[in-house]
């Protein structure tokens, strides 16, 4: 185990609290304008996937669990779970679907992900940064608007709904931010 602070505890990270093990969902430092500052961690057990929001002061020592951070490609999808090979030794692991989370429509086949492993099982899935996915459905594109802050709603090949500038139409390639679902910018190939 490791002991960090608080506050450099980021979304994927194992801790150990209480002598078992949580996976952190979200992060967030608050610096109020009096008193201490904060850190607000949800978190889900993986012994029973209960979820627990925690509060700790930004200095304090929370444990950190020891996981290994491996690269694993995306394979299927079945009634197990989801799939993964590690590329190196062709060891396949199996994923629960609540692991996988709200990344579960960004899974492509073929796809390399970054798995959080701890005694064998996998913990923590982490998405690329970027995917790139083509827009199925938006509105028109309308004559003489340009890029100006104005976004208009639109729906990617996976499902997913995000915002795209008002001069992308349907049929365009674009890349994609996993973390928030946000338009980055036109796919170059």
Same mark, same amino acid.
């Given at each position: 185990?490791?002991?960090?602070?608080?506050?450099?505890?980021?979304?994927?990270?194992?801790?150990?609290?209480?002598?078992?093990?949580?996976?952190?969902?979200?992060?967030?430092?608050?610096?109020?304008?009096?008193?201490?500052?904060?850190?607000?961690?949800?978190?889900?057990?993986? #012994?029973?996937?209960?979820?627990?929001?925690? !509060?700790?002061?930004?200095? @304090?020592? %929370? =444990?950190?669990?020891? /996981?290994?951070?491996?690269?694993?490609?995306?394979?299927?999808?079945?009634?197990?779970?989801?799939?993964?090979?590690?590329?190196?030794?062709?060891?396949?692991?199996?994923?629960?679907?609540?692991?996988?989370?709200?990344?579960?429509?960004?899974?492509q086949e073929g796809m390399t992900v970054t798995l959080s492993i701890?005694?064998? #099982?996998?913990?923590?899935?982490?998405?690329? !940064?970027?995917?790139?996915? @083509?827009? %199925? =459905?938006?509105?028109? /594109?309308v004559k003489g608007q340009t890029a100006s802050s104005s976004y208009k709603p639109a729906i990617l090949s996976n499902g997913v709904r995000?915002?795209?500038?008002?001069?992308?139409?349907?049929?365009?390639?674009?890349?994609?931010?996993?973390?928030?679902?946000?338009?980055?910018?036109?796919?170059?190939?």
């Open positions: 185990m490791v002991k960090i602070i608080a506050s450099s505890v980021r979304k994927g990270n194992v801790l150990d609290v209480d002598g078992k093990l949580y996976v952190v969902l979200t992060a967030q430092n608050f610096h109020p304008g009096k008193g201490t500052p904060v850190t607000q961690v949800d978190m889900r057990r993986i #012994v029973d996937g209960v979820k627990v929001s925690e !509060r700790w002061r930004t200095t @304090e020592q %929370v =444990e950190r669990a020891f /996981v290994e951070d491996r690269p694993f490609q995306f394979l299927y999808e079945d009634g197990e779970g989801f799939h993964f090979m590690n590329p190196e030794n062709y060891d396949q692991v199996a994923v629960d679907v609540d692991t996988v989370g709200d990344a579960k429509p960004y899974l701890h005694e064998g #099982v996998a913990l923590a899935l982490e998405l690329p !940064r970027h995917v790139i996915l @083509e827009i %199925v =459905e938006t509105e028109p /594109v995000t915002s795209v500038p008002p001069h992308v139409s349907a049929g365009t390639r674009v890349v994609i931010m996993t973390e928030d679902n946000s338009y980055v910018e036109r796919a170059k190939d």
